[in-house]
């Protein structure tokens, strides 16, 4: 669960720094406080894309961080483990980005891809956000949701790449039987390039290694005539670079006696006699191992003609000839196969067996599964103003199966009994789909393992009596789980174990947003302030003690 977040330099943040306890927080204030800036620093925290713009204006850099105990995470603490990033129960997260955009990510002080931030993130925190409801929209998501729901997604991967390798099985099979179709003279053509290039038994180095060694044999005696000449200009002549070097450093010793500073100087001077020296023990080797060899020049000259040849008959440069011999090869044996179009076929059954063997068990499951949301989702329903309403989840066979399994999820929903089921986007309202919406995601985050849950803004659209059952039941998840919410609705903040509210303070030069864990006073005023905008009142004062009383008599 989250236990601390720590914010430098984002937006109109300069330093905020927050303690979050289990069970349900809220967080709440006036349009435009900045509400957001807390789940976008999370966000940040977890991989997300920083832009320029979120950089506090005159800050050199951004700085976040956020504290984690995973004591009851287990994916998350099993990842750590994995990635040798492990600490105990409690993880560290921590990001730096500059105003060039460059960024910096640790975890428990270890440096850290984004991708990784990413992968972590996904195990420590689920956030539902105020358009859940379009997120739902795609077949994909629907699909997903049930398989997440359920339990079984990595079933779903096991489908995923039993069905990748069926597909491959085809596609081989379909190539081998358009190959079979290949010429008899393409394969005699094949075989004789095959036997020639064999015959020919060039290595992939051996071009360049017999270029080189033409070059140095073809020259040799201009190669031993510059050594020569080099060796004595360094080593062995009366007026050689070594011996006039030695002579300076032999003066600069003499007179080093008479100037300290001297020393420096020889210092400088000590490490060129010495690369002289080597150089010229180098040039002696050389000149040892060179040699002049007309008959091994002959035995070059000839290896390289014959490649040479054979590379102009077959069309290639030299240096791709071992290539061109493995693509005859490769071409010659998918000839070969396709004439065992019985062993390919073989494959395929295989593979589609193989892929079936999962994909039917995935079936069985998503049915028992799609039965049990259907019916959990509903029932909460009931408790959101939407009576006599039901939610379908419907499997309908795939016309050929793919690789997310044989069947497409489909929900369907009716807001009301008299309501034919439909398609969730086509018969519901927008009032009525965030309702959904919501009911989707607190039965959902109920068998979910992610250990921190973090609603924004999703109770957007209703209000009254509706918004105190959502309340209570944010209130009952976060008896199993740490719940956040970014509400406006004090409906909703009166269920909170803890209540903090986000403020804007300064003028229009000088802005900044604060955070306050309010006191039971405090929850008072802010209530007030929800229900009735601005301006507090005797009445709201008594409305918003009223919530706070109902809340407290319902969980004494």
Same mark, same amino acid.
């Given at each position: ?7 430098? +330099? ?32 999370l966000?940040?925290? @977890? ?34 483990? %994995?990635?040798? !990033? ?8 921590? #990001? ?19 991708a990784?931030?990413?992968? @972590? ?10 358009d859940?409801?379009q ?17 079984? =997604?990595?079933?779903?991967?096991e489908?995923? %790449? ?18 079979a ?5 393409? #394969?005699?053509?094949l ?21 080189? *060694?033409?070059?140095?044999?073809? +020259?040799? /005696?201009s ?30 010793? =003499? +007179?080093? *006696? ?11 001077? %000590?490490?060129? /006699?010495?690369?002289?020296? %080597? ?43 071992? /290539?061109?011999l493995a ?9 070969a196969?396709?004439a065992d ?9 295989d ?40 939610l ?40 009525? @789909? ?18 921190? !849950? ?42 909170a ?9 300064? +003028? ?19 209530? *007030? ?28």
């Amino acid at each position: 669960m989250l236990r601390l977040l720590s914010i430098r +330099n984002f937006v109109v943040v300069e330093a905020l720094d927050v303690e979050f306890d289990d069970g349900f927080s809220v967080l709440t204030g006036e349009t435009g406080a900045g509400k957001s800036i807390l789940l976008d620093a999370l966000g940040l925290l @977890l991989g997300d894309r920083f832009e320029s713009r979120q950089l506090r204006p005159g800050a050199e850099r951004a700085e976040f961080a956020a504290e984690f105990d995973v004591g009851d995470a287990a994916a998350a603490a099993a990842w750590l483990s %994995e990635q040798e !990033l492990a600490s105990d129960d409690d993880v560290l997260l921590r #990001r730096v980005i500059d105003a060039q955009g460059r960024s910096r990510a640790w975890i428990n002080g270890r440096p850290a891809t984004l991708a990784q931030l990413a992968e @972590l993130g996904e195990r420590l925190i689920d956030l539902h956000g105020q358009d859940a409801h379009q997120a739902l929209a795609s077949a994909d998501a629907q699909r997903t949701l049930l398989d997440a729901f359920g339990g079984f =997604t990595t079933l779903t991967r096991e489908v995923g %790449e039993s069905w990748r390798v069926w597909r491959a099985a085809v596609e081989k099979h379909e190539a081998a039987a358009s190959a079979a179709k290949a010429s008899v003279s393409e #394969r005699e053509f094949l075989e004789a390039r095959r036997g020639e290039l064999s015959a020919l038994g060039m290595t992939e180095s051996e071009w360049g290694e017999l270029s080189a *060694a033409q070059s140095r044999l073809a +020259n040799a /005696a201009s190669l031993l005539e510059t050594a020569a000449h080099c060796s004595e200009a360094l080593i062995d002549g009366d007026d050689a670079l070594a011996v006039r070097l030695s002579q300076l450093m032999h003066r600069l010793e =003499t +007179n080093s *006696a008479l100037d300290p500073a001297l020393r420096e100087i020889i210092a400088l001077v %000590e490490p060129a /006699a010495i690369q002289l020296k %080597e150089a010229a023990r180098a040039l002696r080797d050389y000149r040892r191992r060179l040699e002049v060899d007309p008959a091994e020049l002959q035995r070059v000259e000839a290896r390289l003609a014959a490649i040479h040849d054979t590379a102009r008959k077959h069309r290639a440069r030299p240096e791709a000839l071992p /290539a061109l011999l493995a693509e005859t090869d490769a071409r010659l044996l998918m000839l070969a196969e396709a004439a065992d179009e019985a062993m390919l076929a073989r494959r395929v059954a295989d593979a589609e067996e193989r892929y079936r063997a999962v994909a039917q068990p995935l079936s069985a499951k998503r049915r028992f599964a799609a039965n049990e949301l259907a019916h959990r989702v509903t029932e909460a329903m009931q408790d959101l103003a939407m009576a006599g309403g039901r939610l379908e989840v419907v499997l309908i066979p795939e016309a050929s199966p793919a690789s997310y399994g044989l069947e497409h999820v489909e929900l369907r929903v009716a807001s009301h009994p008299k309501q034919m089921l439909g398609p969730l986007t086509r018969v519901a309202s927008g009032g009525e @789909l965030s309702r959904i919406a919501l009911a989707i995601q607190v039965v959902t985050s109920e068998v979910g393992q992610v250990p921190t !849950l973090i609603f924004d803004e999703v109770d957007t659209g209703i209000g009254g009596a509706v918004a105190a059952t959502v309340g209570r039941e944010l209130q009952a998840l976060g008896t199993r789980r740490q719940v956040l919410c970014v509400t406006h609705l004090a409906q909703v903040a009166a269920h909170a174990d803890h209540h903090f509210r986000v403020a804007k303070i300064g +003028n229009g030069a000088t802005v900044a947003t604060t955070l306050d864990r309010l006191k039971s006073s405090e929850r008072v005023d802010e209530l *007030a302030r929800m229900l009735s905008g601005t301006e507090i009142t005797v009445k709201t004062r008594a409305h918003a003690k009223e919530l706070l009383e109902q809340h407290r008599r319902a969980t004494s």
